[in-house]
């Protein structure tokens, strides 16, 4: 686990001067590997105000530029909503309980789907059973 955590800090250490001189503009003409591997970082940063600036950032380039995926806003919302300790807005992010997985708390759960539909995302049932598909499968390699 360190070396993983070292790897995303250096990870981290690399983005960020690229991010602070052009923002998300490299992933504007093509939301492509280089732009998602980049996502990848801020969504598993540390850093709760570094995560907030950069969706504050693809928030507003997502509102000309239609080819950020909407899913990694969800993700990314989902993920500095709890770091604020609030409730996540789409059901994104899950922990395990009594060996299954469960969202952490959600805003207006009534409302959910509907939200996670405007975003491209499956309902929060297909959500759960997929990760929990793959969650079991990586638990019986281990």
């Known amino acids: 686990m360190n070396a993983l955590e070292a790897l995303s800090m250096r990870h981290q250490q690399l983005l960020r001067p690229i991010l ?3 923002s998300w503009t490299f992933g504007h003409d093509a939301w492509g590997d ?13 850093d709760l105000s570094f995560q907030r600036a950069q969706l504050e950032d693809l928030q507003r380039l997502s509102a000309t530029f239609p080819g950020v995926p ?8 989902d993920r500095v909503l709890l770091g604020e300790g609030k409730a996540q ?12 997985l469960v969202p952490l ?3 207006r759960p009534a409302e959910l789907n509907e939200r996670r539909a405007s975003m ?8 759960l059973a997929e990760a929990s598909a793959k969650w079991k499968a ?3 390699q281990r």
């Open 120 to 127: 491209g995302l499956p309902s929060m049932e297909a959500y």
């Open 138 to 140: 990586m638990s019986h």
């Open 105 to 107: 708390p959600i805003d």
């Open 20 to 22: 602070s001189r052009c």
């Open 89 to 100: 807005r789409y059901g994104s992010q899950l922990e395990v309980v009594d060996g299954q």
């Open 70 to 77: 909407r899913k990694q806003l969800a993700y990314l919302e």
């Open 34 to 46: 280089e732009a998602e591997a980049a996502w990848y970082v801020v969504q598993h940063a540390d």
